[in-house]
């Protein structure tokens, strides 16, 4: 069986990987000259800029690809479990450490609202269902039929997804602040925690689960001691070279050709690219059902990224390892960026430094940064050539004031990513973070499917599919392929 993967991020990566190990021939095909997707790493003048994910959970699945090779994953990558999750920092400067110890948490919380403890030991509990749930009893089953999401709405219904989880997190919690720590967790996988459906309330409990880990050397590590055990399993990596069509004849697929006009036979591709970029893009097939060409048209998609990578020439040593600030406006900010497509002044921010972990990632006596500002995606027609340098001042402003004083004078690398990188350079429809939203009705069965309902042979692995984005989601995806291919 010849199966070829179109993209490196961790889902095709782990794609290949698994097919592999169910001894199909597998080829794997990456526009870029380096593996990783969105988990790229940049490499500036001794800094070592991780592009993407940064903050590591269910390590499992990632030991998991090696140990299907009778590999261990000691001797390719080295994860470290972090004391402070994330510190949160407010505008009124107050500050809010959140971690695994749930002693420090409770102590936390009960000096903000005395009355929100109870409601966030009945919030965890809550979570834990739908973790079981959601998580472990179905990230990794395929939804290609309508009839295992019909079986499933009357437990889904139990467990309150009809709910947005800011709205799961508000019927147990009053303080709004602590309303905000304990439902931001969409945003780390693109959607706006005032539309996301609360299924993805699970992430607290998955977090609190396994906890939030670090790669030793950087996220790119992990990508590195990944392409090692492929190149030791001999799967077939060709870099540098974008897919610009997908072969098929009678809706099955044949193969794929790249742009050297080389073509590649397989029985089955892969794409670990954005599904509606390959459905618009790269298929021969433009004639879709018309129940598929609404569900396409009618999906949303996440926010843009801007991310800036810096570094300085100084420590910044009582700065975390990851923080997030909130800016004064919040519900009103986030509406802005997912629905009127207009960027804010009032930002809110996460600041990854790690250097507060692992100093190889920074010269000696100096700091590695990124900081990520959600921002509209594409959609909203934004000149980010102009737009682009407005919210890098914005930003440094803003941390100069708040966490990183006189930071531009001791700025000694930088760059920035907007969403025109997303767009262009990694294929994604409107240059989104994340693909599409987590909505409830872009979730599961309303996803695109892991095996295309338009072509046989055709599969996907990613954000854009089930169950969805974040390390955790795409390796997921790549569980749900083996089962089904
Ligand atoms: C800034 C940022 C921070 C994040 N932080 C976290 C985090 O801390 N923790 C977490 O769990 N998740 C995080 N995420 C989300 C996570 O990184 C992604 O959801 C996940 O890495 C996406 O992986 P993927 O398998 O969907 O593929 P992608 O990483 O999207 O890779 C797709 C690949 O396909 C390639 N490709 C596309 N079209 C073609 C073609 N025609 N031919 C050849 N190649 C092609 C692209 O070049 C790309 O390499 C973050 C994302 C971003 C952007």
Redesign the pocket.
């Known amino acids: 069986m010849k199966s070829i993967v179109?993209?490196?991020?961790?889902?095709?990566i782990a794609a290949a990987l698994r097919l592999k190990a169910k001894n199909h021939s597998v080829t794997l095909?990456?526009?870029?000259p380096d593996?990783?997707?969105?988990?790229?790493v940049f490499k500036k003048n001794g800094f070592t800029f991780d592009?993407?994910?940064?903050?590591?959970?269910a390590p499992y699945l990632i030991n998991e690809l090696f140990e299907l090779f009778n590999k261990k994953p000691a001797n390719y990558i080295k994860l470290t479990p972090l004391k402070t999750w994330y510190r949160f920092i407010f505008e009124d400067g107050l500050k809010f450490d959140y971690s695994g110890d749930e002693f420090q948490m409770k102590n936390q919380i009960k000096k903000i609202s005395k009355d929100d403890v109870k409601g966030y030991e009945e919030l965890i509990k809550f979570t834990k269902k739908i973790f079981d749930k959601g998580f472990t009893e179905l990230a990794d089953v395929p939804f290609d039929k309508p009839l295992v999401m019909m079986k499933l709405l009357p437990s889904l219904l139990k467990l309150k997804s009809y709910k947005s989880v800011y709205s799961l997190v508000s019927s147990y919690i009053k303080n709004e602040k602590l309303r905000r720590v304990l439902s931001m967790h969409p945003l780390?996988?693109g959607g706006n925690p005032f539309t996301t459906t609360s299924i993805y309330g699970l992430i607290l409990y998955l977090e609190k689960k396994w906890g939030i880990h670090y790669s030793m050397g950087g996220t790119g590590h992990i990508i590195n001691g990944l392409e090692k055990l492929m190149r030791e399993e001999n799967i077939d990596i060709i870099k540098g070279?974008?897919?610009?069509n997908i072969i098929s004849s009678s809706n099955k697929i044949q193969g794929i050709k790249l742009d050297n006009q080389k073509i590649i036979n397989a029985n089955n591709v892969i794409c670990?690219?954005?599904p509606p970029?390959v459905y618009e893009r790269?298929l021969d097939i433009q004639k879709f059902s018309p129940l598929f060409k609404w569900k396409k048209k009618r999906m949303q998609y996440s926010m843009g990224?801007f991310?800036y990578y810096f570094g300085t020439k100084k420590t910044y040593n009582d700065v975390e390892h990851h923080t997030i600030k909130f800016g004064e406006k919040y519900k009103e900010h986030l509406d802005n960026i997912f629905n009127k497509k207009k960027l804010n002044d009032d930002i809110s921010y996460y600041l990854h430094r790690p250097s507060a972990t692992d100093s190889s990632m920074a010269p000696k006596g100096h700091d590695c940064f990124y900081v990520?500002v959600p921002v509209p995606n594409n959609q909203s027609g934004i000149d980010w050539s102009i737009e682009g340098d407005k919210i890098k001042n914005l930003v440094i402003d803003k941390m100069e004031q708040s966490l990183l004083p006189n930071l531009r004078k001791n700025i000694v690398e930088d760059f920035y990513l907007t969403p025109d990188y997303?767009e262009k350079?990694?294929?994604?429809k409107y240059g989104s973070?994340?693909?599409i939203q987590p909505k409830f009705t872009q979730s599961a069965y309303f996803r695109f499917h892991n095996k295309s309902e338009v072509c046989d042979g055709l599969y996907f692995?990613?954000?854009?599919t089930h169950p969805g984005?974040?390390?955790?989601?795409?390796l997921s995806s790549a569980k749900v392929l083996s089962k089904i291919l």
Do not use: C, M
């Open positions: 179109i993209g490196s991020g961790f889902g095709g095909i990456e526009k870029h593996l990783g997707g969105r988990a790229r592009g993407g994910p940064t903050v590591i959970t780390l996988v070279h974008e897919v610009i670990n690219a954005d970029a790269l990224l991310v990520l997303f350079e990694l294929n994604t973070g994340f693909s692995v990613g954000a854009g984005a974040g390390v955790p989601g795409v």
